[in-house]
């Protein structure tokens, strides 16, 4: 472990006790490599590091690089507010037909012609949809649980891609009757700052990173360049990772998750909104008052229930705030495949936190965040948490006599709003595809089970999908990320998402001696708008896709 301080009028925070509580939370979570920062208003930062960056057994360092996955999305909604005020009078031209440019503009008046359209369940709301709602998760759609792997990432995707898919993909809510995390409205975000600015990471790179000296990018191969850049691990085996974002679509998650770091480089954007969006080294403003208001207020209800320790917690636009011990919090994490991560500022307190890490762990994660603005307000501290072993969700005998039989259901199938069609494989698969298929899930799972289906999914997210048979036509969804030829120094396959990991439940439906399709539920914790209104599967499923 290295850690740094330089003595000023600010309290130490990571002291000996405190190092040794996260250096405790470190062992027992198993995490390869781990960089915090915190962050004083106006005093020196304090640095701490653990473990390995990358499979040389580089030490990780406060300069390390690494993708800051969803804490991305503030640097988002900060551009767009940015943008505003480019707009106000004598500045930058408004948009034809448009007298201001605000936080409840529509995001239609922004687009060309046609570019923004909504499924028909929206019609009603589509042309007032504002750049609030998309920002504040509360439009009312989702991405699909996890299968948010479905609807974007596919080779070629786009920001304007994933726009366009808006249109066919199916509300889980009334649109702003409550919060619902949606990645695909950040990337029609994005979109917008694309269309207004010719290209939203040039306009981030040089309105926020270069006044504030930030090295950080949105380039992994730019990044990789610099020898700082820190490689991801799968947990317990400790297997290296690619970057899970890539310089073939890193444009595509640019805006919801796509900025690369370093705890060096965020903490000067930290400082900055401890000094509310101004640069406290020049005095330039960074992000104007009004627009660090915005951004930093909550509009929607996250999180219903607080504790005795925590309040409810509310979303802004890109992110949370909460009450913490009688303290104001503005908050945000994220988690890729390959990293970990967390941002916090207390704007009273004007005391900030960075934790970075190169493996998937929220829990870890916000117990090290915690800590330290424990340790930050004066409360104790308390025993580190113990991880959860986890419990498996396959169900053992499960299979029972099927009509159809899993084999009837094999074949392709296509929806709209999800991109390329899927083509699935049972074990009597014949044919190049079908063998290149279930070859590389024997090559990484090992024993396959006759009643399930397989099928190649290249997305974001995962490379592969299994379906495992529940009885009768009704399947459990698992996604993995599969490697058969392993990565880095270490050839020998492996598999980063565990089988036991249910996305939602896939029904068939069969007309006659057809199959018409399936539907894809349960990937919403609440009943949505459509189940409630009952009806046939084709309707009222989260997701539905036609036997082509």
């Given at each position: 472990?290295?850690?740094?301080?330089?003595?000023?009028?600010?309290?130490?925070?990571?002291?000996?006790?405190?190092?040794?509580?996260?250096?405790?939370?470190?062992?027992?979570?198993?995490?390869?490599?781990?960089?915090?920062?915190?962050?004083?208003?106006?005093?020196?930062?304090?640095?701490?590091?653990?473990?390995?960056?990358?499979?040389?057994?580089?030490?990780?360092?406060?300069?390390?690089?690494?993708?800051?996955?969803?804490?991305?999305?503030?640097?988002?909604?900060?551009?767009?507010?940015?943008?505003?005020?480019?707009?106000?009078?004598?500045?930058?031209?408004?948009?034809?037909?448009?007298?201001?440019?605000?936080?409840?503009?529509?995001?239609?008046?922004?687009?060309?012609?046609?570019?923004?359209?909504?499924?028909?369940?929206?019609?009603?709301?589509?042309?007032?949809?504002?750049?609030?709602?998309?920002?504040?998760?509360?439009?009312?759609?989702?991405?699909?649980?996890?299968?948010?792997?479905?609807?974007?990432?596919?080779?070629?995707?786009?920001?304007?891609?994933?726009?366009?898919?808006?249109?066919?993909?199916?509300?889980?809510?009334?649109?702003?009757?409550?919060?619902?995390?949606?990645?695909?409205?950040?990337?029609?975000?994005?979109?917008?700052?694309?269309?207004?600015?010719?290209?939203?990471?040039?306009?981030?790179?040089?309105?926020?990173?270069?006044?504030?000296?930030?090295?950080?990018?949105?380039?992994?191969?730019?990044?990789?360049?610099?020898?700082?850049?820190?490689?991801?691990?799968?947990?317990?085996?400790?297997?290296?990772?690619?970057?899970?974002?890539?310089?073939?679509?890193?444009?595509?998650?640019?805006?919801?998750?796509?900025?690369?770091?370093?705890?060096?480089?965020?903490?000067?954007?930290?400082?900055?909104?401890?000094?509310?969006?101004?640069?406290?080294?020049?005095?330039?403003?960074?992000?104007?008052?009004?627009?660090?208001?915005?951004?930093?207020?909550?509009?929607?209800?996250?999180?219903?229930?607080?504790?005795?320790e925590k309040s409810i917690v509310g979303?802004?636009?890109?992110?949370?705030?909460?009450?913490?011990h009688g303290h104001d919090v503005v908050?945000?994490?994220?988690?890729?495949?390959?990293?970990?991560?967390?941002?916090?500022?207390?704007?009273?307190?004007?005391?900030?936190?960075?934790?970075?890490?190169?493996?998937?762990?929220?829990?870890?994660?916000?117990?090290?965040?915690?800590?330290?603005?424990?340790?930050?307000?004066?409360?104790?501290?308390?025993?580190?948490?113990?991880?959860?072993?986890?419990?498996?969700?396959?169900?053992?005998?499960?299979?029972?006599?099927?009509?159809?039989?899993?084999?009837?259901?094999?074949?392709?199938?296509?929806?709209?709003?999800?991109?390329?069609?899927?083509?699935?494989?049972?074990?009597?698969?014949?044919?190049?595809?079908?063998?290149?298929?279930?070859?590389?899930?024997?090559?990484?799972?090992?024993?396959?089970?006759?009643?399930?289906?397989?099928?190649?999914?290249?997305?974001?997210?995962?490379?592969?999908?299994?379906?495992?048979?529940?009885?009768?036509?009704?399947?459990?969804?698992?996604?993995?990320?599969?490697?058969?030829?392993?990565?880095?120094?270490?050839?020998?396959?492996?598999?980063?998402?565990?089988?036991?990991?249910?996305?939602?439940?896939?029904?068939?439906?069969?007309?006659?001696?057809?199959?018409?399709?399936?539907?894809?539920?349960?990937?919403?914790?609440?009943?949505?708008?459509?189940?409630?209104?009952?009806?046939?599967?084709?309707?009222?499923?989260?997701?539905?896709?036609?036997?082509?």
């Amino acid at each position: 472990m290295t850690s740094g301080f330089s003595s000023s009028a600010a309290t130490k925070v990571l002291d000996a006790e405190l190092l040794g509580h996260i250096e405790t939370i470190f062992t027992t979570h198993e995490i390869p490599g781990l960089s915090i920062a915190v962050v004083h208003a106006d005093s020196p930062a304090e640095f701490a590091n653990w473990g390995i960056r990358n499979e040389d057994g580089d030490a990780m360092a406060s300069d390390s690089l690494m993708p800051i996955a969803s804490c991305s999305k503030a640097f988002l909604a900060s551009a767009m507010g940015i943008l505003f005020e480019d707009f106000a009078p004598g500045r930058k031209p408004l948009p034809e037909g448009l007298s201001r440019v605000d936080w409840d503009t529509p995001a239609a008046a922004l687009l060309p012609d046609c570019e923004w359209k909504l499924h028909t369940e929206f019609e009603t709301m589509s042309s007032s949809m504002t750049l609030r709602d998309m920002l504040s998760h509360r439009t009312g759609l989702h991405q699909y649980g996890l299968s948010h792997f479905l609807s974007y990432g596919e080779p070629g995707d786009v920001p304007a891609t994933v726009l366009h898919r808006l249109r066919y993909q199916r509300p889980a809510f009334e649109p702003r009757t409550r919060y619902l995390y949606c990645n695909p409205m950040y990337m029609s975000a994005q979109h917008i700052l694309d269309v207004q600015t010719g290209s939203y990471t040039d306009f981030v790179e040089r309105r926020i990173f270069k006044p504030l000296g930030m090295s950080a990018m949105y380039s992994p191969d730019a990044a990789i360049v610099t020898g700082r850049a820190a490689s991801g691990f799968t947990k317990h085996d400790r297997r290296a990772l690619p970057f899970f974002i890539n310089e073939d679509n890193h444009q595509l998650g640019a805006g919801p998750g796509g900025v690369i770091a370093s705890a060096h480089d965020l903490v000067k954007w930290v400082r900055m909104l401890l000094h509310g969006g101004v640069n406290p080294e020049t005095g330039e403003v960074i992000i104007p008052k009004a627009v660090f208001e915005a951004v930093t207020t909550a509009h929607v209800i996250s999180d219903g229930v607080g504790t005795a320790e925590k309040s409810i917690v509310g979303y802004g636009l890109g992110w949370r705030r909460l009450s913490y011990h009688g303290h104001d919090v503005v908050y945000h994490s994220g988690g890729n495949n390959d990293v970990t991560t967390l941002i916090m500022f207390a704007p009273h307190d004007r005391v900030g936190l960075v934790v970075l890490m190169n493996q998937e762990g929220q829990t870890a994660n916000f117990d090290i965040g915690w800590a330290i603005l424990r340790k930050a307000f004066g409360i104790l501290l308390g025993a580190p948490a113990k991880p959860s072993s986890g419990t498996s969700s396959r169900q053992e005998g499960r299979r029972t006599k099927t009509e159809p039989a899993p084999a009837d259901l094999t074949g392709t199938y296509y929806s709209a709003g999800q991109g390329s069609p899927i083509t699935f494989f049972d074990l009597s698969g014949r044919g190049p595809e079908a063998e290149r298929v279930l070859s590389t899930f024997r090559t990484v799972s090992g024993e396959l089970a006759p009643g399930d289906l397989y099928a190649v999914l290249p997305r974001t997210w995962c490379t592969h999908v299994r379906l495992v048979h529940l009885g009768d036509a009704r399947f459990s969804l698992r996604y993995n990320w599969f490697f058969p030829e392993g990565h880095g120094k270490d050839k020998a396959p492996f598999a980063l998402h565990a089988q036991d990991e249910e996305c939602g439940i896939v029904q068939f439906v069969c007309e006659g001696d057809r199959v018409a399709g399936f539907g894809l539920t349960g990937t919403v914790e609440e009943e949505t708008v459509l189940e409630r209104r009952g009806g046939r599967l084709q309707d009222i499923a989260d997701a539905w896709f036609d036997k082509i």
